[in-house]
């Protein structure tokens, strides 16, 4: 039998003070090397699932269990694991607090064993220039990729990205893009929770979406895209091809991204000049 790399059992979650569950009975699992997007409206509980999977809340009920065993906690925060899942925070600065990127990049080493590791995640983060400065003298969308680049440098099993898309240009984007096929060539999970429905529609193969404390939906972005209802109550408007192709009323198949949309008229079109 294959064992799921993170599995989710009956977990719940309510913060003190609050009178209500922020999750309740969740049961979820995940393959090694999957790629899985998380969306749902604010406050729908995607952080506190990222918090939970990455060991750093306990569940109140239920289990995490990583490659089949369970994570242990002392007090309200896991025992390391074997698995290694690493949480990216939403926002930088509730990680960085070393004074320069390459400390911060390095930490928790104090001297540089592996340089060939770390001139690659350096490179791919886009951090060359910058390693002298004081994290907090770049702008959010660079520090963001300081925080990535701490957590490549130890080399996950599982990376969680919290809105890593939130605040980035295009130049952003497309980094993240080179990020998720390096992770991809490594065989790491990752986890991402986005509001971009079009980086997802175009990274991702599958979709949970949170919603009133429970998973509205778990299954593939074409599913889940197509499924105009259901993309409504995440609180997400759906990608630009699927409101096309729904628009339009033509029969196409469950086409998501404009790429996807071009090879497809392409294809099928005798003359694809003809029809522009
Ligand atoms: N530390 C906290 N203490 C009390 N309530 C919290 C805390 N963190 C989050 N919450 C509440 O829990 C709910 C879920 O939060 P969160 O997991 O951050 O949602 P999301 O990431 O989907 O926006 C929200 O209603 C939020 O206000
Ligand atoms: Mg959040």
Redesign the pocket.
Known sequence: MNIPAIQVKDLSFR????PKN?LSQLDLAFSRGERVAIV????????????MISGLLKPMTGQVLLEGTPLRYKRHEALPHPFKVCYIF?NPDDQIFQSTVEREICYPEKKLTDKKHFSEIVHLCGLEAQLETHPYNLPWSQRKFVTIASILMQRPDCIIL?EPTAGQDHQGLLRLETILEYLKQNGTTVLM?SHDVEFVAKNFARVIA?ADSTVLANCSVQEFFYDFPLVDRAHLLPPFVPQLIKDSGAKMPRLLTLGELTAYLEANTANPQATI
Do not use: S
Not at 40 to 51: D, M, P, R, S, V
């Open positions: 913060y003190p003070q609050e922020v749902g409206k604010n406050g729908a509980g995607k952080t506190t699932l990222a918090k939403q919290d929770i949170l």
